[in-house]
């Protein structure tokens, strides 16, 4: 039991890996949210939240120094795929550095987990967390064992929205979540969701409604219902019908997860009143042997009935395939493939590799169904009975080729390094941004650090993600030392590297050599399908050059165009650079004129190479109108 009664307890999820800095990541931290909530009432105790702006943005050491000055005596992470590793090195950094007692949570928090097994985390709750963080925190009583569960059922079913008593920054992404249903009575096999829950609950539609009128009031543009199948619900048309009433106007977008097979035309006429634009549905394969491995039960001609009765109440929908699922092969993946496109269903349309979750059936089982899967996370299947690893590749190829979409896209060019007419990369000054009153930098100017004290101190005040921006004729055997520095002190951080005319071209293996970062990295593995081979997916070489010839390229490497010229380019410039990796627009040419151009070719970008810009308000004005609701602009806000 935690025995000091009077302690700080500081919640904090980690976010998705990326590569592009101030990219929206959902990394709402709703679960600990619910926590502090629950904590309501307990004396000195004093919950703290992570906001999700820090928690996001911050590279690893800016944002242990930022838990460490908080002086927490408990950190309770909420840990998932995407942050195990990370989280494990937080707690261990922690209790090293701060004396911090550690809680785990969250969905990875399975007894089945080998992650688990040299944990420092002082317990982990498995299952709903309100009853269990209650008692942690606020009881008299002994915990002998480190696994520690509680239902949540109480807390869950009587508590409002937690955006009525905590700031969960929906500015970010300009959306609410909210879990209106916990649990699930499909028992999908290769779904942990509502494992550790006996049955299904549901929260009263007084406390739903009472946070979409929340919501309304506080001119939020989405409303996300976190149910795994929305049509559980058993009063879900009242429910629909007392969110119509109050959103009459449609001023707020909802958004959830639903069976089409169980959408008739009432439900969907309701669904549209109520603000529903677009749905996202799980249809996983159309191979019944597929759909029996995974004890999932569909009828097509139900789904398409669904689908039908959707489209004509106005209501858009995004469908997910799974690839590599047990008793599944390339023919029947792609005749699954071949269905979404047949169908008119191509828009919108999400593969994901099979990952063997722990605490699934499928984990539990992996050797009887053939499941070959690798250890790290997200733990994606790399062979099954009828997939060998090749087989994977070529058929997530063939998918993209027939529904037209990429479903890993490179990351996105930001080669933005001034704000004032300069000269020459090597005069650049750091980009920094500022959360919480601190500034941090987000574009580090290599020419800038030359001692070991200056890298010292910029690792320390390193974004997540971060750039280094390295001039001409900049020293190999220093960018070597300024590497192994910063990565040292940020070793889940992804980087991308940016080299600007140099002598040679840079020596990518090297410089990974030098890269003290975690491996494999969760991106190594959740970017695999990026390229034929597996290795590093966090560190991203940029190669800006004024050569036409394609010389740089191969995995994470990318070779861009520097646009020195008067004009601007046109169509038959991007025609003649299109065999490279993108564009960067760097000339003296007035504001007006780019904002002009800019204006005539953004609706356009989408067919064009990558474009960027060298000055950084004509970067972040493009950033805007090519991907602005993907991008939490106000971070570009900063000092410079």
Sequence with gaps: MVTDRSRKATFIQLPVPQINFGRQTANVPLAGACLVQSLAGLENIRPQLVPESL???????????????????????????????????????LKKSCGTQVIFGGPEITPDNPRLESCPADWLVHGPGEEAIRALLGSDGSFFSPWVSGSGAESFTSAPSVYLEVDLEPRIENIVLMETQRGCPYRCRYCYYGKSLDKVIFKDIGLVTGAVSWALDHRIKEFYLLDPSLDVRPDLRRLLTEIARLNKNGDLELISEIRADAVDQETARLMAEAGFRWVEIGLQSTNPRALKAMGRKTDLKKFLSGIENLRKAGIATGVDLILGLPEDDPEGFLESVDFVAANGLADDVQVFPLSVLPGTDFRKNSRQLGLVYEPDPPYTVSRTGGFSGQDLLTALDRA?????????????????????????????????????????????????????????????????????????????????????????????????????????????????????????????????????????????????????????????????????????????????????????????????????????????????????????????????????????????????
């Design 55 to 93: 928690a996001t943005y911050l590279a690893d050491a800016a944002l242990l120094d930022l838990i460490c000055r908080q002086a927490p005596r408990v950190v309770c992470f909420t840990v998932y795929t995407w942050n195990i590793d990370r989280s494990l090195f937080f707690a261990r950094q």
């Design 400 to 640: 993209e080729s027939r529904l037209d979409v990429a479903f890993y896209p490179l990351p996105e060019l930001d080669l933005s390094w001034r704000d004032r007419p300069l000269d020459d990369p090597a005069m650049a000054r750091d980009r920094q941004i500022v959360l919480a009153g601190r500034s941090y930098i987000c574009k580090l100017a290599l020419a800038r650090h030359d001692s070991p004290a200056a890298l010292q101190d910029a690792s320390r005040r390193l974004t997540h993600p971060y750039q280094v921006l390295v001039p001409a004729g900049f020293d190999h055997g220093h960018l070597l030392k300024a590497l192994a520095v910063l990565t040292a002190a940020n070793p889940f951080t992804p980087l991308e590297i940016v080299f600007f005319e140099p002598v040679r071209l840079p020596p990518a293996d090297d410089l990974l050599e030098a890269c003290r970062l975690f491996r494999p990295h969760f991106l190594d593995n959740d970017l695999r399908f990026l390229y034929d081979e597996p290795g590093n997916r966090a560190v991203l070489f940029t190669l800006v050059t004024g050569a036409r010839q394609h010389v740089f390229y191969g995995p994470m490497r990318r070779q861009v165009f520097w646009w020195k010229k008067t004009g601007l380019p046109e169509a038959g410039d991007f025609k003649n650079l299109e065999h490279l990796d993108g564009i960067l627009i760097d000339n003296r040419i007035d504001g007006d004129t780019a904002a002009g151009w800019q204006d005539g070719w953004a609706a356009r970008a989408a067919d064009l190479v990558e474009i960027s810009f060298a000055d950084h308000g004509l970067q972040r004005r493009w950033i805007e109108l090519t991907s602005g609701e993907d991008y939490w602009l106000d971070l570009f806000a900063g000092p410079g």
